[in-house]
């Protein structure tokens, strides 16, 4: 018993260990190519993140050349606290969800940071936020603009961030966060990546041009599940559950609040703002998905094929595309165009993987 015992161990390290060197191998690549300002913030550490508030406040916005672009410098204040952005260049502006960016908080009347914000994706929707509790620093992690990972603690002070590249950030937190969809080695196949460029194109290959015809007409999805092999079983499967308890809201552009998730309603769906999240929940499993988005105000529902796949970086990336005109759509800019909306989600197996 105790050599069957023994045998068995040994098979399941031998399964493990190569998963496991996939994703360490994964995440050092991601973490080689996120955009991490550290020799700027050193510089600027004396000048805004711990100067007295009098002279951070009187910091004008200075530039700086990284290896990742050109990064601004710039102090806003916010009523009774002020803001310290570093935000990276993106075709000529400084967007604020921008992947690298950093917004720290701090009180105007005791110069004390109050959270740390640093954005994890280029569609903004994606941030972890450090809050300090006494010896002690609390990570709200956001995917995709729902909380995955919240109130975790970990025993370091907020100011240790600041000082140490953002491997540090990832081995502190690694052990409580799922870093997959920022960093990379999901267990995605990659092949859905072909799919999304092709939509994204204009260009749709034949599986593309079926996916897009059963969105507008559900009787035609068999068509789609042929070309990609799919067994004659597999049917279309409605999300109905959010990611997480809470999702990302802006305030006169920070990144400063969570708010509930609205819940899944059997006449509408799920709520926009908690899609994103479901659909990167899909890169792992190679899933495409359908979305019915409701127009409001009579106007007719607009009909999404949507494609969320790892790119080369590692990170999650969508291409959403209008059924009918086959025009690009963006998906983030739909959340904030349509707060309060619903969508109907459906998940069918990508081009790479059958149930």
Not at 78 to 87: A, M
Not at 175 to 198: E, F, K, R, Y
Not at 292 to 307: C, E, F, R, S, Y
């Amino acid at each position: 018993m105790k050599h069957s015992r023994r045998v068995m161990q040994v098979l399941m390290a031998l399964l493990v260990i190569p998963f496991l060197g996939a994703f360490a191998q994964g995440a050092a690549t991601g973490i080689k190519g996120f955009p991490d300002f550290m020799s700027i913030r050193s510089e600027f550490l004396s000048i805004v993140i711990t100067a007295n508030p009098s002279r951070a406040l009187a910091f004008k916005p200075a530039y700086r050349e990284s290896p990742y672009g050109r990064v601004r410098i710039s102090v806003v204040q916010d009523s009774s606290s002020f803001h310290v952005l570093f935000q990276l260049q993106r075709n000529g502006e400084y967007p604020l969800g921008s992947r690298g960016n950093i917004i720290i908080d701090r009180q105007i009347k005791t110069g004390y940071i109050t959270r740390i914000a640093w954005c994890l994706s280029d569609d903004g929707q994606s941030w972890i936020m450090l809050t300090p509790n006494n010896e002690r620093t609390i990570v709200d992690y956001v995917v995709a603009g729902s909380l995955v990972r919240g109130n975790y603690r970990i025993s370091s002070l907020v100011y240790v961030f600041l000082t140490n590249p953002f491997k540090f950030l990832y081995d502190m937190t690694r052990a409580g966060i799922d870093w997959t969809p920022i960093l990379g080695s999901s267990g995605s196949s990659g092949v859905t990546a072909a799919l999304a460029a092709n939509l994204a194109s204009g260009h749709p290959d034949a599986a593309g041009l079926a996916l897009m015809r059963g969105a507008t007409d559900f009787s035609r999805i068999g068509e789609y599940l042929g070309l990609v092999g799919a067994d004659a079983s597999v049917r279309l499967v409605e999300e109905v559950a959010a990611t997480g308890p809470q999702v990302l809201t802006f305030d006169k552009g920070m990144p400063a609040k969570l708010a509930p998730a609205r819940p899944y309603r059997t006449d509408r769906g799920l709520p926009l703002e908690s899609a994103a999240a479901v659909i990167v929940g899909g890169v792992a499993t190679d899933s495409v998905y359908i979305g019915i988005l409701d127009g409001g105000a009579g106007t007719p529902p607009l009909k999404l094929v949507i494609v969320p796949f790892e790119d080369k970086s590692g990170a999650y990336s969508i291409v959403s595309v209008d059924a009918a005109s086959r025009q690009s759509v963006d998906l983030a800019g739909l959340v904030g165009q349509r707060a309060g909306g619903w969508i109907r989600l459906f998940r069918l197996p990508g081009p790479a993987r059958q149930p």
